[in-house]
């Protein structure tokens, strides 16, 4: 038998493939079940966005922000919104933070549902991905609702947001949140705890805290790797510095510490963490106008600024130039997912090709986000 | 079956035709009744019901379009694959992308052969019925791992060896969880083993004794495994090899692995009710043989398809084990098991060589104690869910 010659087997994983979140493609080198590799190839969804930026000014580019990370796409408008508010050095009236707290909060939680959900579907289980989805359907209807979209939101503007909550909002938000939070304890008896289930997820892509922070991983990546570090919390922006929440890390329950269920049970905790910002941030939003006076014809005077929104994937950096005219002359968006694709090469090392599927799932990365 | 052929003979009907080729068109007309009107359609239709079904536990509507409440969906599926184009790969090996789906649907029909639907109905009994059964539906392995190689695409390759591997491991725990039953019936004839057995359950082979109660679960973990089902389902794991080995396939030669797939759940169901669900056995309430008959049809039919709601159930609930764990599952668990099964079912019988009714009775018991608790755990999780139920059945 030493005589036979094997030989290793490239694969190729998308750019069409349903478990690569969107286009993104993988260079497999496997031998047999087992991957000796998994070579991350990116770009398949780049659209230039930073460079559109430089050609639309500063409040036609936000209705683009939103296809930086259409999955939680409140975030990249809070993003540019701070970004342009800094460079102005404009103050966002109270009420208008509080809403964009509100609407990135829902937002958060209607990103990591998808998540949580895909984490099922992923490892084969459909069941808690059109739970997870009938969740989140009912948080975009309250969104619909308060800005008209369901993807795609353009809700804020630079200054604030572009309409106050609708009469009776307030009221069918909190009623949400009361149905949610123990359909999240129901979610976890389904699926979290599920023997099979934690099977799949422990132990598989272990990532230490130093690798974590040597890979520039954020968010719940990071978190899960027991590194309690939250913009909300450490850098506190907008009117986060007001509401009292935890922030959640992985504790190697299941498996070693920063393993793939770590990271997902970060994310189901980051959930009820939501859910207490939200309760809140309804309860204490003050009255008052939504939006600051921005001049229609926007030119902030020269000079740069660095801006940090602590996104559903994590630590999201805004970058902006302003050379005095209408139009920035250099955006930069750095992202959770981009950096996360950095360490899967490392990660997929000798594990098994369905692992790859659960590590890109428990990474969450969202292929828009990585190209930009 | 050979009194038929041989009352036709007699009667004349076909004239002087030699008696072998009467009997060679009786056979070939009966299989097609029995193959095209019982068990395709019952494909299809489980594949209905599990779309329904896996709906509700998602808690969605599934088809309702087609038919009333969608129950003719499964019809337009079937016309939909035939109307489609039959893309073979340029590059694949055309033979054997050819030949793979028949195989699979082979080894999906065969079993119907020794289906003991009552105590008369049943094509052939065999002395070696459950033998056959086993092996033929073994045969799957053979069309899976073909289509997977001949598709010449390296996702499709990986699913059938995964494929092979698993139904050969599979088949050891399942053949092992089988001996208990023969060793204590003393035959491989499918009638024979239900005859065995009683129509109450504590004179089932699930309750004959501890060992035979574990057979009963092995085996079927084992079939889902061998019938490529959730949470076994790696050859065609949706989610990292597409369609595993039929992605390649399109129209009817696709449908035709699905087919074999839902058809496969009967097969499965029915090896567990005729080993260990007593089979079609039903108390005699009537001496009239054709109304017995219909009781005991209606019998098995019901255990069968709630071992086939049960693999639906199942479907919908778990997570799809890994390779490695599928591996471990069968070789560290399920086949040292499976041979403590037999050695002690050995023991048991040398004991107690007419069985033990006392036994029967207490297993009975503990099975109702392991139901009730089940159900009063599924009652906890609806009760603490605060959720909606809905029971109707028709949306």
């Known amino acids: 038998m030493s005589t036979l010659r094997t030989e290793e087997m490239t694969l190729n994983m998308g750019p069409q493939h349903p478990s690569t979140h969107g286009v993104l493609r993988f260079i497999v080198r496997a031998d047999g079940e087992v991957m000796r590799e998994a070579i991350p190839d990116v770009g398949y969804l780049h659209r230039s966005i930073e460079k559109i930026a430089e050609k639309v000014g500063y409040h036609g580019f936000m209705p683009y922000t939103d296809r930086v990370d259409y999955v939680c796409a409140m975030f990249t408008n809070q993003g540019w919104g701070m970004a342009s508010e800094k460079l102005a050095n404009i103050q966002v009236p109270k009420r208008g933070e509080y809403c964009r707290a509100i609407a990135t909060e829902f937002n958060r939680l209607a990103s990591h549902l998808l998540s949580v959900g895909t984490m099922g579907m992923d490892i084969g289980a459909m069941t808690p991905f059109t739970h997870a989805i009938r969740e989140r359907e009912m948080i975009n209807d309250l969104i619909e609702e308060l800005c008209g979209a369901r993807l795609t939101f353009n809700y804020m503007r630079i200054g604030g947001v572009a309409w106050d909550l609708p009469p009776g909002w307030r009221e069918k938000a909190l009623a949400y949140l009361d149905h949610f939070e123990p359909i999240l304890d129901e979610y976890n008896a389904l699926i979290s705890y599920n023997k099979i289930y934690i099977e799949r997820l422990a132990n598989v892509g272990i990532i230490s805290a130093d690798e974590a922070v040597n890979y520039n991983l954020v968010g719940p990546n990071l978190r899960g790797s027991g590194i309690k570090w939250d913009i909300r919390k450490d850098l506190p922006y907008s009117v986060y510095s007001e509401f009292d929440f935890d922030v959640p890390v992985g504790k190697g329950e299941w498996g070693k510490l920063g393993d793939a269920m770590d990271r997902y049970m970060v994310r189901i905790r980051e959930l009820k963490e939501s859910v207490k910002i939200l309760r809140q941030a309804l309860k204490q939003i003050p009255a008052g106008p939504v939006l600051a006076k921005v001049p229609r014809n926007f030119k902030p005077p020269a000079g740069e600024c660095q801006i940090r929104v602590e996104s559903a994937r994590g630590d999201m950096g805004w970058y902006a130039v302003s050379d005095g005219t209408g139009y920035p002359w250099r955006v930069h968006v750095r992202t959770g997912s981009f950096a996360a694709m950095g360490i899967i090469q490392k990660l997929s090392q000798g594990l098994m090709i369905a692992d790859l599927v659960t590590l890109i799932a428990s990474l969450d990365v969202i292929a828009p986000e990585i190209d930009r | ?395």
């Open chain 2, 1 to 395: 079956m050979q009194e038929l052929i041989n009352n036709i003979v007699a009667a004349g009907t076909f004239g002087k035709m030699p008696e072998t080729l009467v009997a060679a068109i009786v056979i070939i007309v009966l299989s097609a009744v029995v193959f095209l009107g019982i068990a395709f359609p019952f494909a299809g239709i489980v594949s209905w019901v599990e779309r329904r079904v896996w709906a509700r536990i998602q808690s969605r509507v599934g088809p309702n379009r087609v038919g009333p409440n969608g129950f003719l969906q499964w019809l337009a599926d079937g016309v939909k694959h035939v109307c489609k184009e039959d893309v073979i790969p340029t590059d694949s090996d055309h033979q054997l992308f050819k030949i793979a789906p028949y195989l699979v649907v082979l080894a999906f029909v065969l079993p119907w052969a020794v289906m003991p639907f009552s105590s008369s109905l049943i094509l052939a009994d065999m002395n070696v019925g459950i033998l056959y059964m086993t092996s033929v539906t073994a045969i799957t392995v053979v069309g899976v791992l073909m289509a997977g190689w001949a598709s010449n695409d390296k996702w499709s390759l990986i699913g059938g060896i995964r494929s092979a591997a698993q139904i050969v491991s599979y088949e050891i725990p399942a053949g092992l969880s089988i001996f208990p039953v023969v060793l204590m019936t003393g035959t491989l004839s499918m009638q024979g083993i239900i005859r065995a057995q009683g129509w109450a359950p504590q004179h089932w082979f699930l309750f004959a004794n501890p060992f035979t109660f574990v057979a009963a679960n092995i085996l079927y973990v084992s079939a889902l495994a061998e019938g490529n089902r959730t949470p076994f389902d790696l050859p065609e794991a949706e989610s990292e090899l597409v369609a595993g080995f039929a992605t390649e396939y399109s129209g009817m030669r696709y449908l035709f692995f699905f087919m074999a797939e839902w058809g496969n759940l009967f097969i499965i169901g029915a090896i567990i009710t005729t080993l260990f669900l007593g089979g079609w056995q039903f108390p005699q309430v009537s001496n009239n043989a054709v109304v017995m008959n219909i009781l005991q049809l209606i019998t098995f039919n019901v255990k069968v398809l709630f071992l086939v709601f049960v693999s639906m159930w199942i479907r919908g609930t778990l997570p799809r084990v890994r390779i490695d764990q599928l591996m471990s599952l069968c070789w560290k668990y399920f086949v040292p098991i499976s041979f403590v099964n037999m050695i002690g079912t050995a023991i048991w019988v040398a004991i107690w060589p007419e069985g033990n009714s006392v036994a029967g009775y207490i297993m009975f018991a503990l099975g109702i104690v392991l139901a009730v608790i089940f159900i009063q755990r599924v009652m906890y999780y609806l009760r603490r869910s605060r959720m909606e139920l809905y029971f109707r059945p028709t949306i």
